[in-house]
């Protein structure tokens, strides 16, 4: 039968059919995984544009990058002593943990209705030296960093933290940027989002220390990458200032 197939349909076609199948049965569902910040487990979802299999906990709605933080806050206990928060783009699923962090919690954007706060990351309007704790996960590659970065260091206090993520490729020397790409379309092709200006390479390190942070880097080994569902090799950037 098989065979008949084969001549009937052609073999390039039923081995492309074969692959959408594949493809299809694993965007429902992956092997199971452990959720570090809601304490499920069992199969993640895909998620992205291209799917990433096994990304988002079928629970909570947490991403790869929202467990890695989860999992970094924990282990290096950032939290401790910590008296006021302040998130940028808030993510529902981190919100409820943070909330009970034992500190005061605001949250931030740039949009009505989405926050407690509507702040512009880029010329923020607080207080110098008054934050205690900020979080920006993937938030950087969206606006002009520079700015944003010199606006975060002023509302830190002395012995304040700055936790960032961000996409990066570290097998890239410099960041890829042009400013010439301005559709959406065109920004989602370059940069892989339609909001993006960007894509980090190493020198993110650079230009954070420029604005005057000091870095201390979290990533999970290959054992927390498949209990966890975490994107390999990804990165918690956790600044202070120099």
Known sequence: MKSIVRRV??????????????????????NPRECPICGYIGPFRAFGEPPRYGAQCTNCGSLERHRLFFLGITRLSLLS????????????????????????????????????????????DLPDKSVD??????????????????????ILTDQGRLVVMIPIIEGWTE???????????DREIHFGQNDHVRYYGRDFRD?????GFSIQEF?????????????????????TKA
Do not use: W
């Not at 052609?10 to 569902?29: E, S």
């Not at 920006?136 to 975060?152: C, G, M, Q, S, T």
């Not at 230009?207 to 604005?211: K, M």
């Open 133 to 154: 704790f900020v979080i920006a996960n993937h938030i950087l590659e969206h606006v002009n960093d520079k700015e944003a970065l010199l606006e975060l260091r002023r």
């Open 219 to 239: 990533t999970a080994d290959g054992a927390d990458a498949v209990k966890y569902g975490l994107a390999r090799g990804e990165r918690l950037f956790v600044t």
């Open 81 to 124: 002593g910590v008296e006021n928060i302040l998130h940028f783009a808030p993510e529902p699923c981190l919100t409820g943990v943070l909330q009970h962090a034992g500190a005061s919690y605001r949250t931030a954007d740039l949009l009505p209705d989405r926050a407690t706060l509507m702040l512009n990351i880029e010329k923020i």
């Open 207 to 211: 230009r954070v220390t420029a604005a």
């Open 175 to 185: 960041t890829y940027e042009n400013p010439a790409i301005k559709s959406g379309r």
């Open 9 to 30: 349909i052609g073999t390039d076609n039923l081995d492309q059919l074969g692959y959408r199948l594949r493809v299809l049965k694993q965007l429902g569902a992956s």
